[in-house]
């Protein structure tokens, strides 16, 4: 019988398996730090196999670091931390969502994700495109809730920053 993947809230004893998913995806840590950063995790058991973030600004959200450990790709799981970590930020507040990616650009699109301008993202966001990444955007008020209950436990509760 396979295990349950399941999402919930970052705890800090998370913290080394998020460091080691984010270098291994290419990612820094330094939004491990960062208090306005609403962390998730997937767990399989207690390992950690996935986690992503999301911060608020103004009326906007903004994704980073969401990865997930290349054994466990391809099972949803990074769809579900993505559908909930928007679930989040829409019940927060947030009317879009936008995130950067040079390499992630056909997992967003698959998602509904549209493309958008680097002015849009740096005035709606504050993000800033480096090199060859994209800008995307979606949506929070018309898009459906992630139904991540038929695939994961789900704890839809983040935090700010890791738990103490």
Not at 2 to 22: F, I, N, T, W
Not at 24 to 46: C, I, K, M, N, Q
Not at 108 to 122: D, I, K, T, Y
Not at 153 to 162: G, I, K, P, Q
């Amino acid at each position: 019988m396979q295990s349950q993947v399941r999402v919930g809230r970052a705890r800090s004893e998370d913290r080394l398996a998020m460091e080691r998913l984010l270098v291994s995806a290419g990612f820094g840590t330094h939004r491990l730090d960062d208090p306005r950063a609403r962390w998730l995790v997937a767990r399989l058991g207690e390992v950690v196999v996935g986690c992503g973030c999301v911060c608020l600004k103004n009326s906007s959200a903004v994704l980073e670091n969401v990865a997930v450990a290349a054994s466990h790709r391809r099972r949803s799981i990074g769809s579900t931390l993505v559908g909930v970590l928007l679930d989040d930020a829409a019940e927060n507040g947030a009317a879009n969502a936008y995130v950067t990616t040079r390499d992630s650009g056909g997992f967003f699109q698959r998602l509904r994700w549209r493309v958008v301008s680097s002015m849009e993202a740096m005035e709606r966001a504050g993000l800033t495109l480096q090199g060859d990444s994209q800008a995307f955007a979606v949506s929070l008020i018309e898009r459906p809730r992630v139904n991540a209950a038929q695939y994961v436990e789900c704890d839809t509760r983040v935090a700010n920053s890791l738990d103490a």
